[in-house]
Structures are given as structure tokens and as C-alpha cells.
T-cell receptor
Framework: AQSVTQPDIHITVSEGASLELRCNYSYGATPYLFWYVQSPGQGLQLLLKYFSGDTLVQGIKGFEAEFKRSQSSFNLRKPSVHWSDAAEYFCAVGWSGGYQKVTFGTGTKLQVIP | EPEVTQTPSHQVTQMGQEVILRCVPISNHLYFYWYRQILGQKVEFLVSFYNNEISEKSEIFDDQFSVERPDGSNFTLKIRSTKLEDSAMYFC???????????FGPGTRLTVT
């Protein structure tokens, strides 16, 4: 069964600092990988996705993620964090068969300090 | 930009009552989903729906749950007899044909007392 691990429950960074959120997945084939962001009281907004091709994918709001098959990882990065990036970030995995339900990680809550 | 909408944003109900959560998926999407997130836990898949029938469901989605697409725009989740443990945020999502990504609505927070 597919699974997603986000080892960091809570991360605090200073505004302007770089950010990397970790995500590891378990799945037998090449998965579809996603990062979603959830601001307080809001729904889940898609930041970026990977399903084939270039392993470095660009998303909205200046985020990028890199798929590393050898490490089963899909880490999210941003070179300079803004206060408005404070939110909870979810890594998720889908698969190419069936009707593509998505399995989510437990989330990483990002706090940004001035 | 088109988006998934959900109503109500918050629903409070008593244990044993029936609730219907409503969703309007993005208009040209063909695949529809419900997920839930119990407070402090991760988002969990409940059910997927395609071509007017359930295509996949999780073990959470027991006989107390049902889904329906009553017309060309709405997609509903019904819980027949709510339990305290049904208290959660329920998210609707939709996906276009040949796409991989799902778009989520803002959620309905269900509180069962």
C-alpha cells in the first residue's frame, strides 16, 4: 500500500530564510506526487505536482520540489520564505491506476518569525 | 479561476441525525472525491465517484455513508446516522479527465454533539 511520511511535524523559520520540507513515500512504481498547502480555515491548495519528466518541478508562490527516485523523496523548497507562507503543508501521493485516490502525509506546520 | 465549492462551511448536528454535505465540483471535471480530516490527524480518502457510480471506497466509508450526484452540478455526501467520531473536516475534490491533480474545496467542518 502506498504511504507518505513527513518527518517534521512543526518547522519554524525566519522570514527571508530558505525552507525545505521533507517528504518520503512508499510505493512500488513511479507515483504521482503532490504538495498541497492549507492556510488556517482554508481548503487544500495545490502547490505543485510531479508525474513524469523533469524531476525538478516548479509550483506556485515560488515553491519548487525535487523528485529523487533513489531516496523515495519529494522535498519541497523555497529560497526565501515570506510571512504569508505560514501554513500547513501536505505531501501526497497518487498512482496511475484506478481512480487515483490520493494518500496524504501527516503534514508539516510552518511558522515564520520576523 | 474555477474552484470547488462546499456548503455549509460548518454544520453542527446531534448524534444519530442525518447530515448531507454538499459540493459543487469544477464544471468540466469527471472524477469526484470525498476526504475527511479528523482534528489533528491526516487527510483520509473516503470515496471516489465516476460515471455516476462509486469507483472506490475506503473501509471508513461504511453503510452509514452514501454519495450522490443528483444533478449536473452537485455532489453530495450523506451520513445516515451520525456518530461522535464522524466529527471532522470533510473535503470534496474533483479531477478533470486525463489530469493527475485533484482540486479541493474549502471543506465543511462537521461537529457531532
Amino acid at each position: 500500500a502506498q504511504s507518505v511520511t513527513q518527518p517534521d511535524i512543526h518547522i519554524t523559520v525566519s522570514e527571508g530564510a530558505s525552507l525545505e520540507l521533507r517528504c518520503n513515500y512508499s510505493y512500488g512504481a513511479t507515483p504521482y506526487l503532490f504538495w498541497y498547502v492549507q492556510s488556517p480555515g482554508q481548503g487544500l491548495q495545490l502547490l505543485l505536482k510531479y508525474f513524469s519528466g523533469d524531476t525538478l518541478v516548479q509550483g506556485i508562490k515560488g515553491f519548487e520540489a525535487e523528485f529523487k527516485r533513489s531516496q523515495s523523496s519529494f522535498n519541497l523548497r523555497k529560497p526565501s520564505v515570506h510571512w504569508s507562507d505560514a501554513a500547513e503543508y501536505f505531501c501526497a501521493v497518487g498512482w496511475s491506476g484506478g481512480y487515483q485516490k490520493v494518500t496524504f502525509g501527516t503534514g508539516t506546520k510552518l511558522q515564520v518569525i520576523p | 479561476e474555477p474552484e470547488v465549492t462546499q456548503t455549509p462551511s460548518h454544520q453542527v448536528t446531534q448524534m444519530g441525525q442525518e447530515v448531507i454535505l454538499r459540493c459543487v465540483p469544477i464544471s468540466n471535471h469527471l472524477y469526484f472525491y470525498w476526504y475527511r480530516q479528523i482534528l489533528g490527524q491526516k487527510v483520509e480518502f473516503l470515496v471516489s465517484f465516476y460515471n455516476n457510480e462509486i469507483s472506490e471506497k475506503s473501509e471508513i466509508f461504511d453503510d452509514q455513508f452514501s454519495v450522490e450526484r443528483p444533478d449536473g452540478s452537485n455532489f453530495t455526501l450523506k451520513i445516515r446516522s451520525t456518530k461522535l467520531e464522524d466529527s471532522a473536516m470533510y473535503f470534496c475534490a474533483s479531477r478533470a479527465d486525463k489530469a493527475v491533480e485533484q482540486y479541493f474545496g474549502p471543506g465543511t467542518r462537521l461537529t457531532v454533539t
